[in-house]
């Protein structure tokens, strides 16, 4: 089973970059998106559009903002939008689906701001997080978390670590929760297999070049229980594909 993240930085805007191509082509088992931007009535029909996957969306409030959708070839047995906290829901970044292998969140972490402006609801999300995930840990369930989490965690993990101390997704208290969920049990799927490979990037700058040059950051990624590891096959960075500032990535699994 192949399972592909992917912040899309606008589901309809990637869909005139060739996304239905690209999913047509590459046919994930499952395929999760952030910051779609939309709600699924918005997403024009087309003739290439996938048709062999169920589709389920967590869409913000506000339109054009944030959101949430998961494609899935398997039907799940259970779908939940969001974790029952107004705030959170409201904007569209939780999305969980229950199969008998695993239950699969599909994560939409706030970013902090340019200005550190929404560091405190973004440090609240990560509680409500560890909350949501503490119980489920507890009774042992077979979990994957996955998508952007707006948080470079090591210095191994951007390109300019000493020049982004200061700056919102490598602040301390920012890592520090990335500490905390592996604390918790949970493997990075990447760097259990890359644990000290460089240059390996999710996310790069707009501006011009900066991609070109792999000036970037890993802020996407799988974390699962330890449970989940023996079926654990492959993890991978797909850095080659276009179609939005964010690249996919993904895990293999074998059941």
């Given at each position: 089973m192949q399972i592909i993240s992917w912040n899309i930085n606008?589901?309809?805007?990637?869909?005139?970059?060739?996304?239905?191509?690209?999913?047509?082509?590459?046919?994930?088992?499952?395929?999760?998106?952030?910051?779609?931007?939309?709600?699924a009535e918005q997403v024009p029909p087309s003739l290439d559009e996938p048709k062999n996957y169920y589709t389920y969306w967590n869409s913000a409030q506000r339109p054009g903002y944030s959101g949430v959708a998961t494609f899935t070839k398997p039907k799940p047995q259970e779908i939940k939008n969001g974790f029952g906290i107004k705030k959170?829901?409201?904007?569209?970044?939780?999305?969980?689906?229950?199969?008998?292998e695993f239950t699969l969140i599909n994560f939409y972490f706030p970013h902090s701001g340019r200005n550190l402006e929404r560091l405190k609801f973004k440090l609240t999300f990560c509680r409500a997080?560890?909350?949501?995930?503490?119980?489920?840990?507890?009774?042992?369930?077979?979990?994957?978390?996955c998508g952007d989490f707006n948080v470079a965690h090591q210095e191994i993990d951007l390109a300019r670590p000493k020049d982004n101390q200061k700056n919102a997704g490598f602040r301390p208290e920012e890592r520090a929760w990335a500490d905390k969920y592996?604390?918790?049990?949970?493997?990075d799927t990447f760097r259990h297999f890359y644990p000290k490979k460089e240059g390996q990037y999710t996310w790069w700058s707009q501006r011009s070049g900066v991609r070109q040059?792999?000036?970037?950051?890993?802020?996407?990624?799988?974390?699962?229980?330890?449970?989940?590891?023996?079926y654990l096959k492959k993890a991978?960075?797909?850095?080659?594909?276009?179609?939005?500032?964010?690249?996919p990535l993904g895990i293999e699994l074998k059941f």
């Open positions: 606008g589901i309809r805007a990637g869909i005139r970059k060739g996304l239905w191509d690209w999913t047509n082509s590459y046919q994930p088992d499952i395929l999760c998106f952030q910051e779609t931007k939309a709600k959170f829901d409201q904007e569209g970044r939780v999305l969980v689906t229950k199969y008998p997080v560890r909350d949501y995930l503490k119980p489920l840990v507890k009774k042992r369930k077979k979990l994957i978390l592996l604390k918790m049990g949970f493997i040059r792999n000036v970037g950051w890993r802020i996407d990624y799988f974390f699962i229980t330890p449970s989940l590891l023996p991978f960075i797909l850095p080659k594909v276009q179609g939005s500032d964010h690249c």
